[in-house]
């Protein structure tokens, strides 16, 4: 369609929008009509309510003038019910036209009116009253005046009334008509005026338009023409739509040249990172092969030299020989003979040393031709471009690289090395911690051996020492000198068990360090994670309620395989104490049957606790080690169980070897059999799923997850009671686990009194029954107490890490307590001096100026401090550090990462000791 044809199709939409707005405002013109009869009939409902108070105004005179010359009651009561509903009548008609008729000079009228007539009633009033009680022939004259001129003035401004109406009535029907007339002529003036206008511009318009419209179609038919790169502008400087199609088209093509040219450096910076994304999961992929620092260094510098284009590289690690920090040559690429001497450096010698001291980067161009010689089979030359990079962790040179090439680097060469360069000193201390733990581990391991063969050849002395000392009196002078020797060799086996104990001391600590470490991180995610999942504020989606309980769950899941890590370290080192106490068989069945009742009908499992009727009541072993096993086995017989049943039976056996031992002192065995109908163990793998990491399914394709710890575990704990686990299994139809334990009843029943953590943890226990047997109002009043106990106290969190502080705070401000916080021991009691009214302290042990046991103890120096609960937070959950923090002074201990639940109950038993 040409373009004329376009443009006048616009004028005819034009004309029809005008004929449009025409009929709307012709509307608008009806419906100024219609407001006007409204207004006028409003003005004669006026006029009709001021007439009707002129007629009951009129109506009391006459009716009040009947009443007054009746002489009976029968006479009196028809005109005095008429004046009534004349009062009426008139009192309905004043309040209607009050609200109406807003005009002052009404309003005035209205209320002398209104004035009048209460006073002309109270008259009336005497009138009637007196007539009605004494019959009078006459009514006092006064009285009849002074109705009659009240009357008479009512009538007066009824006719001033009446007469604003009318008069209100002729100028709204002028200003009415005035309206209409001065519409209709703007309307014809306006429709005129826009009519005229529009042709003429429509005229003008198709005659510009064309000639500037032809101008466009040329310059855009050019570019076709043309590439991106530049392109033809449109010279138009009208204001019009071509002069904006102009300037659009000129912004377009401005904006085509720099999107063509940001797309290739868009596109360059793509391929460099792309290059530079590749070459760095190429060389990380090689750190998990390197078994030692000397194999990584090997592998790097072989990897990293030709990446980047160069042709010499030397990697130099950081070594101490008395005192002195060196930088040695591990590895290198091309290197020859004729550089030997540049195998060792200082720290601060050469340029080597130099990066070392400073920890920065160096780049050398325009380097001498006798600087260093690369060479080949065909010749060597001397290279452009040196860089000098260190390796750094934590703020510590680990190593130096220098690196040589022929061409100068590119900016991506230069960032690739920095990149790679932040890792390598990560996996270089990773390495070397690894080769320290194995060479501490092999030293242990050999003094062991040592030890082991000592202690043989000790044996073998004292059995000749024994053979010697018949002869004692004839070789007196040889036992002397046979003493000196054995208390040589007995002081070289105090001093290799010494050895051997700082070995499993550095063991220890190290399990620490590491339980340090991965706590407490996972402490601030627990707790924001269990604060999430309880959706306090109800804003959570179902779905998003359903990924924090998977955070959650799987913290948990971090958490127990860190447990169970340091349980199998505490046990393979002979540091797990057993504490054997008297166990109620009745209280083990109610645990279990608590912990996993819940999960069969989760489940949708049949699961059973059977205690068998020869059983005694109690026995002796370690309650807390007896739990774990029984909470082990039952848990894989769950994981392994799809549909079916799991059950636990307990009952009194003979067992052959060990139990028949104990049988010949008079006693059996008592055997806790799990059993299952789940997938099964083939027998050939009921041996390995004893073994630490170890699962009958090995392959990574698994459908059933878990470390393999649980079994390992269970399988020492068995060892430690005294007793064993046997398994019986067959591939697809279950398995029975056997934990066998002796039977040691007890003599003598000792009454133990639980410490404050157990009742704070019988407090969650008995909770959680409650729940369990529907008692939800008890439990609901339980938990009001306890909230209103810890309600508006003020606590002082002692910690240096932000996360824990912010987790906490978190959770304790739910319960309306009063939060204050310091980032270590010193700030701690500084804020507690400034707060002596706080009521409790959370006080972490790892921090930084003072640490924990040292800001406890100050404080208990405070005989103002004596008395306040402190509970001690740690992520070390080793042996001792219990006993540790309370012998520093704390009131109780609890582990990272914290379980809220037992934290409140531990608030809560502590803030109601103090308050009793």
């Avoid at 290799?496 to 190290?510: C, G, H, R, T």
């Avoid at 706080?838 to 100026?849: K, V």
């Amino acid at each position: 369609m040409k373009f004329k044809t376009k443009l006048y199709g616009s004028i005819g939409s034009i004309l029809l929008v005008i004929s449009i707005i025409v009929v709307i405002l012709m509307n608008m013109l009806e419906q100024s009509t219609v407001n006007m009869h409204v207004v006028v009939n409003e003005l004669y409902d006026r006029i009709k309510m001021s007439s009707n108070i002129k007629y009951e105004t009129s109506n009391i005179g006459r009716e009040l003038s009947e009443i007054a010359a009746g002489q009976t009651d029968e006479v009196i009561l028809a005109p005095l019910n008429a004046w009534e509903e004349s009062h009426k009548n008139l009192k309905i008609s004043i309040e209607k036209l009050e609200n109406k008729d807003k005009q002052e000079k009404s309003q005035e009228l209205i209320a002398k009116f209104k004035t009048l007539h209460d006073s002309y009633r109270g008259t009336a009033q005497q009138i009637i009253t007196t007539q009605i009680i004494n019959h009078e022939a006459e009514v006092h004259p006064a009285l009849l005046n002074d109705a009659v001129l009240t009357r008479q003035r009512m009538l007066q401004i009824a006719e001033l009334l009446h007469g604003l109406q009318e008069q209100e009535m002729k100028n709204e029907l002028l200003r009415t008509r005035e309206t209409y007339n001065w519409a209709v002529t703007v309307i014809y003036i306006y429709l005129g005026i826009s009519l005229s206008i529009g042709i003429g511009f429509i005229i003008w318009t198709i005659r510009r338009m064309t000639k500037n419209l032809n101008n466009v179609t040329s310059v855009m038919k050019s570019v076709t023409n043309s590439d991106f790169d530049r392109l033809p502008r449109i010279e138009i400087f009208s204001k019009d739509e071509i002069g904006e199609i102009a300037v659009a088209f000129n912004k377009m093509a401005k904006a085509l040249e720099e999107h063509s040219n940001l797309e290739k450096q868009l596109k360059e910076e793509a391929e460099e990172h792309s290059w530079l994304k590749t070459k760095i999961a190429e060389i990380a992929t090689m750190y998990p092969v390197a078994e030692n620092v000397q194999m990584l260094a090997d592998l790097l510098i072989t990897k990293l030299v030709p990446m980047v284009g160069a042709s010499f590289g030397v990697l130099y690690i950081k070594e101490v020989e008395e005192s002195q920090l060196y930088l040695k040559k591990m590895s290198a690429y091309a290197f020859s003979d004729e550089n030997k001497e540049f195998e060792r450096f200082r720290f601060g010698e050469g340029l080597i040393g130099q990066c070392a001291v400073e920890k920065r980067s160096i780049l050398l161009n325009h380097i001498p031709d006798n600087y260093i010689k690369i060479g080949s089979g065909m010749g060597v030359g001397s290279p452009k471009n040196i860089i000098i990079l260190p390796v750094q962790f934590e703020g510590d040179v680990l190593a130096v690289i220098e690196i040589a090439s022929f061409e100068s680097f590119s900016p991506s060469q230069v960032k690739l090395l920095e990149e790679v360069n932040s890792n390598i000193g990560i996996t270089i201390n990773s390495i070397s911690n690894h080769m320290k733990a194995e060479r501490l581990l092999q030293e242990s391991q050999s003094l062991t051996e040592e030890l082991q063969a000592q202690s043989e050849e000790l044996q073998l002395q004292q059995e000749e020492l024994r053979t010697t000392n018949e002869k004692l009196e004839e070789q007196y002078g040889t036992s002397e000198q046979k003493k000196k020797e054995v208390e040589k060799v007995r002081e070289a086996l105090e001093e290799k068990a010494q050895q051997l104990e700082l070995s499993s001391q550095y063991k220890s600590e190290f399990l620490a360090n590491m339980s340090h470490e991965l706590r407490t991180p996972l402490n601030s995610l627990l707790i924001l994670a269990q604060i999430l999942s309880e959706n306090g504020d109800g804003n959570l989606t179902a779905k998003q309620e359903e990924y924090i309980r998977t955070i959650y769950s799987s913290g948990n899941d971090l958490l127990h395989l860190i447990n169970d890590i340091l349980d199998l370290a505490k046990v393979e080192s002979g540091k797990l104490e057993v504490i054997p106490r008297e166990v109620e068989l009745y209280n083990v069945r109610d645990f279990i049957t608590s912990q996993f009742s819940p999960i069969a009908r989760q489940n949708e499992v049949q699961f059973t606790v059977e205690l068998e009727e020869d059983l005694p009541d109690s026995f002796y072993t370690d309650e807390q080690r007896l739990q774990q096993v029984l909470k082990n086995l039952l848990s894989n017989a769950f994981k392994f169980t799809e549909s079916g049943s799991v059950s636990l039976v307990v009952k009194k056996v003979v067992k052959e070897g060990i139990g028949k031992q104990i049988l010949e002192h008079g006693k059996a065995m008592l055997a806790f059999s799990v059993i299952d109908t789940g997938i099964g163990i083939a027998r050939e793998k009921q041996e390995t799923i004893f073994d630490a990491f170890k699962q009958a399914d090995g392959t990574t394709s698994r459908q059933y997850g878990g470390t393999g710890l649980g079994l390992s575990i269970s399988r020492e704990y068995a060892h430690l009671l005294g007793g064993f686990i046997e398994v019986t299994s067959e591939k697809g139809k279950g398995s029975i686990f056997t934990l066998y334990l002796p039977h040691f009843e007890p003599t003598e029943k000792i009454e133990e009194k639980p410490t404050l953590e157990e009742v704070a943890v019988g407090l969650e226990v008995e909770h959680y029954q409650l729940s369990l047997n529907g008692l939800a109002n008890e439990e609901g009043n339980m938990k009001q107490h306890g909230k209103s106990l810890l309600k508006e106290k003020k606590i002082l969190i002692v910690d240096d890490d932000i996360r824990n502080v912010y987790a906490l705070t978190i959770a304790l401000e739910k319960y309306e307590m009063d939060i204050i916080i310091a980032e270590n021991g010193r700030e701690g009691i500084e804020v507690l001096q400034d707060n002596p009214d706080t009521d409790l302290i959370l006080m972490d042990i790892m921090m930084p100026e003072i640490d924990g046991f040292e800001a406890i103890r100050r404080i208990r120096k405070n005989h103002e401090f004596t008395t306040i609960p402190i509970i001690a937070l740690t992520a070390k959950a080793m042996k001792h550090s219990r006993e540790e923090c309370l012998n520093a002074g704390a009131t109780d201990y609890i582990s990272k990462p914290i379980n809220l639940d037992q934290l409140y109950s531990l608030m809560q038993v502590w803030l109601y000791s103090k308050e009793g």
